[in-house]
């Protein structure tokens, strides 16, 4: 069974660089055709996708984010990584990984990151 | 981006009826549409894939229809476990974009 699981800081300065990861077991982040996603849920609101990787290191971005977002693989850890440039309060959300083939079938527990001075 | 505009935005129902919820494309996705449910506190839970395809394990209560741009989400039976909020989700064309969800509560 594929479990996901988000960690990094809780609280981060505007301005600053929100910083998390997600580490993947019960499976290799290297086999199969699976994307790894980033998707992010501000309280009581809707999904919105951020971004995703391949194994390969191929990446997509949402444009809505510009050029703040950054995503990356480290296949020797079954790990991927999302780095977000310039946070500002709108940036506060909870943050999930989750694995994609064409649904997102696997999904982390999220982690609540705050933007605050 | 592709817009997904849901209805309602919310719903109250009594226990053993019919729910539908719908999810309109702002352009055609074929069939390129997911459901998840989404419980308080919780990450989403995908329910159905490629619009009409009910994941593995997934009570048979749930349905879903549909291609173009126009589908639909069925609970046959409403069920108290059932509360929480509903949302598509189109992977046709990046970004990949969720309808704004439809939170279903028990009358």
């Known amino acids: 069974q594929v479990q996901l699981q988000e960690s990094g800081p809780g609280l981060v300065k505007p301005s600053q660089t929100l910083s998390l990861t997600c580490t993947v077991s019960?499976?290799?982040?290297?086999?199969?055709?699976?994307?790894w996603s980033w998707i992010r849920q501000p309280a009581g609101k809707g999904l919105e996708w951020i971004g995703r990787?391949?194994?390969?290191?191929?990446?997509n971005n949402n444009p809505s984010l510009k050029s703040r977002v950054t995503i990356s693989v480290d296949t020797s850890k079954n790990q991927f990584s999302l780095k977000l440039s310039s946070v500002t309060a709108a940036d506060t959300a909870v943050y999930y990984c989750?694995?994609?083939?064409?649904?997102?079938?696997?999904w982390g527990q999220g982690t609540l990151v705050t933007v605050s001075s | 981006d592709i817009q997904m505009t849901q209805s309602p935005s919310s719903l109250s129902a009594s226990v053993g009826e019919r729910v539908t919820i719908t999810c309109q494309a702002s352009?055609?996705?074929?069939?390129?549409l997911n459901w998840y449910q989404q419980k308080s506190g919780k990450a989403p839970k995908l329910l159905i894939y490629?619009?009409?395809n009910l994941e593995t394990g997934v009570t048979s209560r749930f349905s879903g229809s549909g291609s173009g741009t126009d589908f639909t989400f069925t609970i046959s039976s409403l069920q108290p476990e059932d509360i929480a909020t509903y949302y598509c989700?189109?992977?046709?064309?990046?970004?990949?974009?969720f309808g704004g969800g439809t939170k279903v509560e028990i009358k």
């Open positions: 989750a694995r994609q083939w064409s649904q997102f079938d696997y």
């Open positions: 019960g499976g290799s982040i290297s086999s199969g055709s699976y994307y």
């Open positions: 990787i391949y194994s390969s290191g191929s990446t």
């Open positions: 352009q055609d996705i074929s069939s390129y």
């Open positions: 490629d619009a009409s």
């Open positions: 989700q189109q992977y046709d064309n990046l970004p990949l974009t």
